[in-house]
């Protein structure tokens, strides 16, 4: 008799538990229904993407002198730097330079360490295709100018939706100590 009472108490004090935990997590979905979605149409509406945001790679054809800082620094040796020695003005002679976007893994050190800052990184990041050999972009490839989000005028930024409000923008950055004062609850 003794231990089916022990059982019961067990067995209710689990239950109570369990209707505390359902409780929780009711209340973080009650908070989070009275906010407006953050849902984004993707090809109309595009963001903005962060200041130090590592895209695609422009390459400047005429500030390269070959050193060859870039390959050395990848991690996975991944730029290909072909060059010449020029006899007659005794300096390296840059042949071509591409860059295999399938296989980058965008990390920066050959932007960060090129001596002549001929690399840098763009806001570009629709790089996708169908075939994966598209994305072995030589000098010329690397050389365009960067597509602008903020330029194109068919697109909407987020900044510029009108579903989206300041307001509501602060709160979605603040939801960060929002939701973990909630998990102390």
């Given at each position: 008799?003794?231990?089916?009472?022990?059982?019961?108490?067990?067995?209710?004090?689990?239950?109570?538990?369990?209707?505390?935990?359902?409780?929780?997590?009711?209340?973080?979905?009650?908070?989070?229904?009275?906010?407006?979605?953050?849902?984004?149409q993707?090809?109309?509406?595009?963001?903005?993407?962060?200041?130090?945001?590592?895209?695609?790679?422009?390459?400047?054809?005429?500030?390269?002198?070959?050193?060859?800082?870039?390959?050395?620094?990848?991690?996975?040796?991944?730029?290909?730097?072909?060059?010449?020695?020029?006899?007659?003005?005794?300096?390296?002679?840059?042949e071509?330079?591409?860059?295999?976007?399938?296989i980058?893994?965008?990390?920066?050190?050959?932007?960060?360490?090129?001596?002549?800052?001929?690399?840098?990184?763009?806001?570009?990041?629709?790089?996708?295709?169908?075939?994966?050999?598209?994305?072995?972009?030589?000098?010329?490839?690397?050389?365009?100018?960067?597509?602008?989000?903020?330029?194109?005028?068919?697109?909407?930024?987020?900044?510029?939706?009108?579903?989206?409000?300041?307001?509501?923008?602060?709160?979605?950055?603040?939801?960060?100590?929002?939701?973990?004062?909630?998990?102390?609850?």
């Amino acid at each position: 008799m003794f231990s089916m009472v022990t059982g019961f108490i067990d067995y209710s004090q689990r239950a109570i538990q369990a209707a505390r935990y359902i409780g929780q997590g009711f209340m973080v979905t009650l908070y989070h229904m009275n906010r407006l979605p953050m849902t984004i149409q993707y090809p109309y509406d595009k963001l903005i993407p962060s200041e130090r945001f590592r895209g695609r790679i422009h390459f400047e054809f005429d500030k390269c002198i070959a050193r060859e800082v870039c390959v050395r620094v990848c991690p996975i040796d991944l730029p290909v730097v072909d060059w010449n020695f020029g006899k007659y003005i005794r300096k390296k002679r840059l042949e071509n330079h591409s860059i295999d976007f399938g296989i980058c893994i965008f990390c920066g050190n050959c932007v960060e360490y090129c001596p002549t800052n001929c690399l840098s990184m763009t806001e570009e990041y629709e790089l996708s295709t169908y075939d994966r050999h598209e994305l072995n972009y030589d000098q010329i490839a690397l050389g365009r100018s960067p597509i602008s989000v903020i330029g194109d005028p068919t697109i909407r930024t987020i900044f510029s939706s009108t579903f989206l409000s300041e307001r509501t923008m602060n709160r979605h950055i603040d939801s960060r100590t929002v939701t973990s004062s909630t998990n102390s609850i």
